[in-house]
């Protein structure tokens, strides 16, 4: 593979069990007999064995996680960085350990089922035009509030924003030059202030970013499918 092919992922995965009820961070919680996160890692292995992976999790963090891998046998070769104190900072040091050109994914290290087609397309479609975003269509109705009322929006003109989120490379760290912002909720965000169009290609429903208990029943129901 050439170093202008080469595929990277930085997986965030820096949350908390606060929304989630539980002490033990998320990422780590088992569904299907091992943690989340190594569902996740395990999804961008199966789409491309050579993807250089990159963990980014907060520095008290990752020995239990090394203790983890090691608890299940858990040999996906990976690199682990320490994340900062916000996603940006975290992202920014991801992409710090990363050498030469290529294109990048940046996804929640707590979306375990991204199906590998939605993966390959975003690669794809992010080496020819730069960027690829990750998004699905509302199923419901969606209302704006203003001034104490609700005013009904049409939802076909919105989309979810999933992730991954890939980028060329050069792209994704001239936008990490830029100085923080509030508005930077995703990497997307963070491209587009450079004035960038983003394109966006069709994620999934299963691809849920597993936050809430309700979440791992819906996932530990995925897994018994055979997803």
């Not at 730069?130 to 001034?147: D, Q, T, W, Y």
């Not at 208990?213 to 055979?226: Q, T, V």
């Amino acid at each position: 593979m050439s170093i202008n092919n080469q595929e990277f992922v930085i997986l965030v995965a820096g949350g908390s069990g606060t929304r989630m009820q539980s002490q033990l961070p998320k990422q780590f919680i088992s569904v299907g007999g091992r943690p989340i996160l190594m569902h996740t890692i395990q999804r961008f292995y199966d789409y491309n064995p050579e993807i250089k992976i990159i963990l980014v999790l907060p520095s008290d963090q990752i020995l239990f996680w090394q203790k983890l891998c090691v608890d299940n046998n858990f040999t996906i070769t990976h690199q682990v960085v320490a994340g900062g104190a916000s996603r940006f900072a975290s992202v920014k040091n991801g992409l710090a350990v990363i050498s030469g050109d290529g294109v990048v994914a940046v996804h929640d290290g707590v979306r375990p089922f991204a199906p590998v087609a939605v993966i390959q397309e975003a690669f794809a479609v992010a080496a020819q035009k730069g960027n690829a975003v990750v998004a699905v269509p509302l199923k419901e109705s969606i209302r704006i509030l203003k001034n104490n009322t609700s005013e009904a929006l049409d939802r076909t003109e919105y989309r979810l924003v999933q992730t991954p989120q890939c980028f060329q490379l050069a792209l994704l760290r001239q936008a990490y030059q830029l100085p923080e912002e509030s508005s930077f909720t995703d990497d997307a965000s963070v491209v587009e202030r450079l004035g960038k169009k983003i394109n966006l290609v069709a994620g999934a429903y299963e691809n849920l970013k597993i936050t809430t208990p309700e979440d791992l029943i819906w996932a530990e129901s995925f897994l018994k499918m055979g997803k």
